[in-house]
């Protein structure tokens, strides 16, 4: 079935939108990006004008604000993949769903949904999967449903945590952090709810996690 069909106009719209605008980067030259130089406040990364607390303040908290239907933040799962395996033990990661409209809010409470029914490892890559490359936007409840049966998680399952507390808090919580971060495309990372570091003409995607351990570091010292 042909899922791209099944979106009305303002969600295919709002699609395009955030494709272009919300999830873009400009990659940079070899000449803007020497990995020998110091990375500066305003050229690689920013320093939040509001920090904000993190949920465990013995960790260094490094978060990725990311949506499904983003290819940088596709793009950028493998290093992420690569990053965590030699993640130190003082520092924790943690991924947050972008919820600037009502799709994105769709995606990032199934994402919620997902990890409060402990299939977060399996959910990820099988959900960016189907957005980014069979077009399947994931919106529609009988569609999801039916979705989350891939996982071994029934109907009724996945109606009561999709429309529990918890989750809905979740969605709301991840909603308050981006506008506090004022996040304005994905990915983006914020360093222990003071630095935010994303895609730019300074540094790319693949120098994303170079610039998280100078702050990581810079955290440390």
Not at 174 to 187: I, S
């Amino acid at each position: 079935m042909d899922y791209t069909r099944l979106m009305s106009r303002s969600y295919f719209l709002t699609f395009l939108f955030v494709i272009f605008l919300g999830c873009s980067s400009e990659e940079p030259t070899s000449l803007e990006f020497d990995s020998g130089d110091q990375y500066r406040e305003g050229v690689h990364y920013e320093l939040l004008d509001n920090p904000t607390s993190v949920r465990n303040p013995s960790k260094i908290e490094v978060t990725e604000v990311f949506w499904f239907g983003c290819n940088h933040c596709y793009a950028l799962e493998p290093y992420i993949a690569r990053w965590k395996r030699g993640i130190p033990s003082d520092v924790t990661f943690i991924k947050s769903p972008a919820t600037w409209n009502e799709m994105l809010k769709t995606h990032a409470n199934i994402y919620f949904t997902a990890k409060a029914l402990g299939i977060e490892q399996q959910f990820v890559p099988a959900a960016f999967n189907t957005i980014q490359n069979e077009g399947r936007m994931l919106t529609g409840n009988t569609e999801l449903e039916y979705y989350f049966r891939g996982f071994d998680i029934d109907r009724d399952k996945y109606k009561a945590v999709s429309t529990s507390f918890g989750v809905r808090n979740a969605v709301d919580q991840a909603d308050k952090r981006m506008k506090q971060w004022k996040v304005t495309g994905v990915p983006t990372l914020i360093v222990n709810g003071k630095y935010k570091v994303s895609a730019s003409r300074a540094v790319r995607t693949d120098q994303l996690f170079d610039v998280v351990d100078f702050l990581v570091e810079k955290e440390r010292n």
